[in-house]
């Protein structure tokens, strides 16, 4: 396994936070944790950096585009510099990634790509236009990379996760009136969590989604099933 991002420290942080909650299990775990640090909105970087993981690792089987940010304003007030953030982060890293480590996983002939989508692929609320813009093109990237790697043995697929607890959304948890609204406006009555997202990871980097291709599994509680 090899964890991406732009801060050494803070990657080093989470390989061993994720090796001590393996290792219980596992005790060889930790050996087989990894890092890469480089700016997945970077091509260069990107190309380097997914070199270096194959040369020090070994080949890359499953990749998850997750690298995410989100900005929220009216868009009237939206400023340029913060739609290009938007896009390129959430964006165009999964398709500068998911290009490179493709060209590998096309000439062995399988592979798994896994994009992290969005509840706000299929819907909307104000003040995150750029979001649910960028989340609804990576979507339809995914169909895309489908379509073109599908011959060569890879399987490209998305995951759609709710309204989930995360550092992300911590602002509108703690806000206790949209929560209230969050519980009420899904099925299950609650906000999601990152436990709850790893079943459908799961399956689609296993063999069990080989014939699983271009489909996002939306993880939401049931938000996107009703009105």
Not at 84 to 112: Q, W
Not at 201 to 212: H, W
Request: proline content about 4%; aromatic content about 6%; overall charge negative.
């Amino acid at each position: 396994m090899v964890l991406n991002g732009r801060s050494p420290a803070a990657l080093g942080e989470a390989a061993r936070e994720l090796a001590d909650r393996t290792c219980a299990a596992d005790a060889g775990a930790a050996d087989r944790v990894h890092t890469a640090a480089f700016d997945v909105t970077d091509a260069a970087a990107v190309a380097a950096g997914i070199a270096s993981v194959e040369e020090r690792v070994g080949p890359l089987d499953v990749l998850v585009n997750n690298a995410g940010m989100q900005l929220r304003a009216p868009l009237l007030e939206f400023t340029d510099s913060d739609w290009h953030r938007i896009l390129d982060t959430n964006l165009t890293s999964a398709f500068l990634v998911g290009r490179e480590a493709a060209r590998r996983m096309t000439g062995r002939g399988h592979g798994k790509i896994i994009d992290i989508c969005s509840l706000q692929s299929e819907v909307v609320r104000p003040g995150i236009a750029p979001y649910v813009a960028a989340k609804g093109a990576l979507k339809m990237l995914t169909k895309g990379m489908c379509a073109d790697w599908g011959p060569y043995g890879v399987q490209v697929n998305g995951l759609g996760p709710g309204d989930v607890d995360t550092e992300l959304t911590r602002p509108l948890v703690d806000d206790e009136e949209f929560s209230s609204w969050v519980r009420r406006r899904t099925p299950a009555g609650r906000w999601g969590t990152t436990d709850d997202l790893v079943g459908g990871v799961l399956f689609l980097a296993s063999p069990a989604a080989d014939f699983v291709s271009g489909q996002v599994l939306y993880v939401d509680g049931g938000m996107t099933s009703v009105l």
